[in-house]
């Protein structure tokens, strides 16, 4: 195989190696997170009775979120109403936090569901992914991985606390 030059001041994710099979070994990445299993990197930024918002350990672009059901369920159909109204509560708490953190110039939101739509993990999860005007294209069709100038324990961090001091901002207000 071609070898390609390593850009050291980029963030490149593994996910080639993911892809070829080396997944921590639990039978679902996401409940294995839920449950804080140490063989996951703990990417979670938040959570309540119904969900979790982790950030994607292997991310199409910088900010790249998925907001998760935390019980097992492959598909939208199965979800309750609560579940419903909490995702979106998420949803709409990120996009404030990211349009801060990043300013993206759009978004794509949406499930990829079955393998041929792309999905790599069954459990359902929601993905919040920033466009930006300038996203590499190049990089990503020669070094087959996507490449990011940002590191996710990093971006966890301060999203993170982006969203602990917005719902005490929230708390205060009341
Ligand atoms: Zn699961």
Not at 29 to 48: H, M, Q, T
Not at 92 to 116: A, C, H
Not at 138 to 167: E, W
């Amino acid at each position: 195989m071609k070898k390609y030059p390593k850009r050291k001041l980029l963030f490149v994710p593994s996910k080639r190696d993911y892809v070829r099979g080396n997944r921590p070994s639990v039978s679902c990445i996401l409940c294995a997170s839920r449950d804080g299993n140490p063989n996951v990197e703990n990417l979670i930024l938040a959570k309540d009775k119904y969900v979790f918002v982790t950030l994607n350990l292997f991310p199409y672009n910088p900010g790249h979120v998925m907001i998760v059901p935390k019980r097992h369920i492959i598909d939208p159909r199965s979800y309750l109403d609560s579940e419903v109204k909490s995702i979106d509560k998420w949803t709409r708490r990120i996009l404030d936090v990211l349009d801060e953190i990043y300013d993206p110039s759009g978004y794509n939101i949406g499930y990829n569901i079955g393998n041929t739509a792309g999905a790599s993990l069954e459990h359902l999860h929601l993905h919040i992914v920033p466009r930006f005007k300038n996203e590499i294209g190049f990089i990503d069709i020669i070094g087959g991985a996507r490449v990011h100038v940002d590191d996710p324990k990093l971006a966890a961090k301060k999203l993170r606390q982006k969203l602990n001091s917005k719902s005490r901002a929230k708390k205060e207000k009341r």
